[in-house]
């Protein structure tokens, strides 16, 4: 198993290497960079620009080198934990992501207990009552999770948070707890809160959950062993928990390590219309206003975390089946 | 090779009997067939890429033609009974702007004594139809004063967002199948010649799909798509657009193919080919892709639906196309703050119309899925 591991591990360098030098290419795409959008600011509300002065920010920046010298400025960087300094915030990009990434990664571990708290029950009992009145509604409903795009179930959640329950638009807080320290009123109104990002983040990756959950559920229930043990007397509960459930969870576990990831990333769009402090908007600014090393180590760590997750799932298939291990 | 069998049978007149001789692909129409809900999705598709053909007279007037005065108007209704009975030409009523105190906002009531006649083929916008100019629109009110019919209401700027979702739809709707078509030709190219020769190119592509993977899709596209210049030209954003789309969609096929290829290589069809002399590219273009087409049909089918969500997500980001170009991402722009949600929902009807479309691609899809397996039940 550990071999397997550490295998893995290897391999993984040089597609980081690749993953990493494509990242900046893509960030260096545009034309331009930073300092002309900020330029053309400028001169459109007349005042003086100095192009002395942003010249020097170049050269501190190493901006005005060749594209493959400020790669190996960034990527140095890097493995030091210097992701380099975000122009717009005036701060280096480690400090702004940290702030933000518990909150992110808090979002997409609620999303995923309730997409599996959600999905499970009910791709149990579509399974059980097949071509029942509630296993077409689910069907129905896990179709429309996933046809109706997540920046629509988040603006209908806000509607109704805000014009039926009374709660602010977006954000997590509500205004009076914005800057107040933590205390318990400031805990309950922040639960308060989460649980519309939540339930959108979540939303069409619970739908894809209950359809896989059924499937696998219908599987199982047509294996000989579930026959036997429904034979030998069982109670239909110890049959469907003990027998069929554990087996048919099994699909479900090999792609647990990739959830949170595709949370995370799947999260962006519904953060930018929510108006969260998550890492998705401040990615999101950081592409409008080319402020690259912000953008770049962004996508670099969703990346990275994809990349951790393909493992994660690796690790769990291998650990559930020993027979890829040995490959 | 059962489509060289069923040529070479006598034609058989029993439906029952024919089913032993029949080549893969009736077998699939047959079984496709029974699922209703796949043909009605692929029926409504059709309607909708019909009403794409023929937006420009479908709609009654141009995607950016607005009505001064007549903005935020609200859905209109279209009646059949006024006050002095039955018209059996239905007509809508004229519309009176009035400021209501409470919100400091326009509101607009119909005036019950002006009735506009709504007439069919009428003269209006000039706009280009399978590639001719005409006049022509569908349907239209016979008024010049500056009022029209609104079916799905107006816009901030007065525009009908009824035209502007058919204007839209051939954005959104197209984006998709382009976006298909080139990864599954990219994907399937590839993808089959990654598993009929194996060995280095095998190795290599396996590599860079590899790596194309390890990106997440949703920040990708972004990043992606930020990259496009502002100032480009309509077309040209459409076309960088889509080839964003199917920078990665096409890993996934490829994958999907070379695994099929890799099965069906050392099958004995290919094997006497070659010993028949034929060529690998003859091997690949005659056998192989047409014994995974079926497959590659339903991936791809599945792959439309997601790149129709991911073109809508980027323009209401503002990251895909951009105005003055519509598409329903584009329109539902105009939804996103919290004033227009409470007072003028309506600026969200193009997202039924994603939905509708996503899911008829997925119904569809199901269906063909089920169809070309010929072991499923």
Redesign the interface.
């Known amino acids: 198993m550990l071999t397997f591991i550490v295998r893995r591990l290897l391999r993984m360098i040089p597609?980081l290497i690749?993953?990493s030098i494509?990242v900046f290419v893509?960030?260096q795409?545009?034309?331009g960079d930073f300092f002309d959008s900020l330029q053309a600011q400028l001169a459109q509300s007349d005042s003086q620009a100095d192009q002395e002065a942003f010249e020097a920010l170049r050269r501190q920046y190493h901006l005005d080198k060749p594209m493959w010298q400020q790669y190996l400025y960034w990527i140095s960087g890097c493995l030091r934990g210097d992701f380099g300094y975000s122009f717009e915030w005036r701060r280096p990009v480690s400090q702004l992501i940290a702030e933000r990434l518990g909150l992110t990664f808090l979002m997409a571990s609620g999303a995923l207990l309730f997409m599996w708290l959600v999905a499970l029950p009910i791709g149990i009992y579509s399974a059980r009552n097949r071509y029942s009145i509630g296993d077409y509604f689910w069907t129905f409903m896990a179709?429309?999770g996933?046809?109706?795009?997540?920046?629509?179930i988040a603006?209908i959640a806000?509607?109704i948070s805000?014009?039926w329950f009374g709660g602010s638009?977006g954000g997590l807080f509500s205004p009076e707890f914005k800057y107040a320290p933590w205390d318990w009123a400031k805990v309950w109104d922040f639960l308060m809160h989460l649980w519309v990002p939540v339930v959108v983040i979540g939303a069409s990756g619970t739908a894809g959950l209950m359809r896989i959950m059924r499937t696998s559920m219908l599987d199982v229930l047509d294996e000989q062993y579930i026959t036997t043990a429904r034979a030998k007397g069982l109670a239909e509960r110890w049959v469907i928990y003990k027998y069929a459930v554990r087996v048919a969870i099994n699909p479900m576990i090999s792609i647990l390590g990739l959830q949170l990831?595709?949370l995370?990333?799947?999260s962006?769009?519904v953060a930018?219309?929510l108006g969260l402090p998550t890492t998705g908007p401040l990615?999101?600014r950081a592409?409008?206003t080319q402020d690259m090393y912000l953008?770049g180590t962004?996508?670099l760590l969703?990346?990275i975390?994809?990349?951790l997750g393909?493992l994660m799932a690796d690790i769990l298939l291998a650990w559930a089946d020993p027979r890829i291990r040995l490959e | 090779m059962s489509e060289m069998v069923a040529v070479k049978t006598p034609p058989v007149v029993d439906d029952s009997e024919r089913i032993y001789t029949a080549g893969q692909w009736y077998l699939a129409w047959r079984k496709f067939k029974k699922n209703r809900l796949a043909l009605a999705s692929g029926a409504m598709l059709i309607v909708l890429y019909m009403m794409t053909l023929f937006s420009g007279f479908i709609a009654p007037y141009e995607a950016d033609h607005r009505f001064g005065g007549r903005d935020f108007v609200p859905p209109q209704s279209v009646y059949f009974f006024s006050q002095d009975g039955f018209h059996l030409r239905p007509f809508i009523y004229a519309l009176q702007a009035d400021f209501d105190p409470a919100s400091g906002r326009k509101i607009y009531q119909a005036d019950e004594n002006q009735r506009y006649p709504i007439y069919f083929f009428v003269s209006g916008d000039r706009h280009s139809f399978l590639g001719l100019e005409t006049h022509l629109h569908l349907f239209g009110i016979q008024v010049h004063d500056g009022d029209g019919i609104f079916l799905f209401g107006t816009d901030r700027q007065g525009r009908d967002l009824f035209s502007r979702v058919f204007y839209g739809a051939r954005v959104s709707l197209t984006i998709g199948l382009i976006g298909v078509f080139i990864s599954i030709v990219l994907g399937s190219v590839l993808g089959v010649v990654s598993g009929y020769f194996g060995g280095w190119v095998d190795e290599l592509l396996q590599?860079l799909i590899?790596?194309l993977r390890?990106?997440?899709?949703?920040?990708?596209w972004?990043?992606?798509s930020?990259?496009i210049?502002a100032d480009i030209d309509q077309l040209k954003t459409y076309f960088m657009i889509t080839l964003i789309l199917s920078f990665l969609g096409w890993t996934s096929l490829a994958r999907q193919v070379r695994g099929r290829v890799l099965s069906l290589r050392n099958e004995e069809f290919v094997m006497s080919a070659r010993l028949m002399g034929a060529s690998h590219w003859r091997v690949i273009f005659r056998h192989l892709i047409p014994a995974v087409l079926g497959h590659i049909i339903v991936i791809g089918t599945i792959a439309i639906?997601e790149m129709i969500?991911a073109e809508?997500?980027l323009s209401?980001?503002n990251?895909g196309i951009r105005p003055p170009m519509t598409s329903w991402g584009v329109l539902?722009q105009d939804?996103?703050s919290?004033t227009t949600?409470?007072y003028y929902q309506w600026l969200?009807f193009p997202?039924g119309f994603?939905?509708v479309a996503?899911?008829c691609f997925?119904?569809l899809g199901d269906g063909l899925r089920d169809a070309v397996d010929p072991y499923s039940k």
């Open positions: 597609t690749a993953i494509m893509i960030i795409l545009p034309p179709f429309i996933l046809c109706v795009p997540g920046f629509i603006l806000m509607y805000v014009f638009a990831p595709q995370v990333s799947g962006i769009i930018i219309v990615f999101y592409l409008e953008a962004c996508l969703l990346a975390l994809l990349l393909n | 590599r590899e790596i390890a990106f997440p899709q949703i920040p990708l972004m990043a992606l930020a990259a210049p639906p969500l809508s997500s209401f980001l990251l539902l939804g996103r919290l949600l409470y969200l997202a994603i939905v996503v899911l997925n119904f």
